[in-house]
Nanobody, 121 residues
């Protein structure tokens, strides 16, 4: 069994900052790419950023220069530092990871349960 658990969401004023965390737990042999997505009710889930096991990062155009993704491989964790937040960043943020459970297994994709981020004055 593998679980991804996000934390760190909440209510913040425009221009403020939040740091999201996501920890993977359970039977894990290795983790490949990790990513953050977000979703607004009634809209398609949007890719925000991703990071490889080696630390290479990619960002969506809407968050580039404001958000920073990082990871701690020893803790099986990924983080999203969000600065200069805007009301349009309001969404449920989901953690995503490609995880291999055994040395002979294949990578499978897992999702967290999501954490709400609300940017409002």
């Amino acid at each position: 069994q593998v679980q991804l658990v996000e934390s760190g969401g909440g209510l913040v004023q425009p221009g403020g900052s939040l740091r999201l965390s996501c920890a993977a737990s359970g039977s894990i042999f290795s983790i490949n790419a990790m990513a953050w997505y977000r979703q607004v009710p009634g809209k398609v889930r949007e890719w925000v950023a991703d990071i490889t096991s080696g630390g290479s990062t990619n960002y969506g155009d809407s968050v580039k220069g404001r958000f920073t993704i990082s990871r701690d491989n020893a803790k099986n964790a990924v983080y999203l530092q969000m600065n200069s937040l805007k009301p349009e960043d309001t969404a449920v943020y989901y953690c995503n990871a490609d995880i291999r459970r055994t040395i002979a297994g294949v990578f499978r994709n897992y999702w967290g349960q999501g954490t709400q981020v609300t940017v409002s004055s």
